[in-house]
């Protein structure tokens, strides 16, 4: 008879986690930054909250600023799709990052700058975003035309997904590196 059989599944999983845990201190190879840890935890709220619904509205907003700037369409549908996703997107990001600044940054002891430098970008991340939506609702830069409304939506998008990808590249890297 297999001793696995004769123990419960719940003390199985509760040895596997131990198990797991004891390896991932010992081994600095497991470390992962607290960018990773947070996506990780949870699973699957955090991804979600925290990765997916961002990528997901930050890829609608970079895929439809193509269309708007490459027809030069500024007030058709797209247009209109276009502004409430940035929208949607300034506030939802900047409340993500409003609760990572408040709740979890304070708590966190620091693994190294590579750890620093993911959470940091990420959370940065918020900044272009917040602009793009106030630009869309008119609280900054009201009365630039058009074509002017447009280069700083698009300068403010790559500056976000500059920080989103500096932030995962960073995130992905073992912090024990630095």
């Known amino acids: 008879m297999q001793i696995e059989s004769m123990i419960t599944p719940t003390m199985v999983e ?3 986690t131990a198990m797991t845990t004891a390896a991932t201190a010992m081994d600095p190879m497991m470390q992962v ?3 990773m840890q947070l996506l990780m935890t ?3 709220w ?3 909250l925290f990765m997916a619904i961002p990528v997901i509205l930050a890829e609608a907003l970079t895929a439809t600023e193509f269309f708007v700037a490459l027809r030069r369409d500024y007030s058709s549908t797209l247009r209109n799709i276009n502004r409430i996703i940035g929208i949607s997107l300034g506030i939802y990001f ?4 409003g609760y990572l600044i408040v709740n979890v940054i304070p708590t966190i002891v620091w693994r190294g700058p590579v750890d620093i430098i993911a959470v940091g970008f990420y959370v940065a991340g918020f900044l ?3 602009a793009i939506a106030l630009l869309e609702l008119g609280i900054i830069e009201k009365n630039a035309p058009p074509e002017r409304h447009m280069v700083y939506h698009i300068s403010l998008l790559i ?7 500096i932030a995962m590249i960073f995130g992905m890297l073992n912090p024990a590196l630095a």
Do not use: E, S
């Open 14 to 16: 509760h040895v596997h």
């Open 33 to 35: 930054t607290h960018y």
């Open 42 to 44: 949870n699973q699957p």
């Open 46 to 48: 955090n991804l979600l």
């Open 94 to 97: 900047t409340l993500v990052a």
């Open 128 to 130: 272009p975003l917040l």
């Open 159 to 165: 500056t976000f997904l500059v920080f989103a990808h």
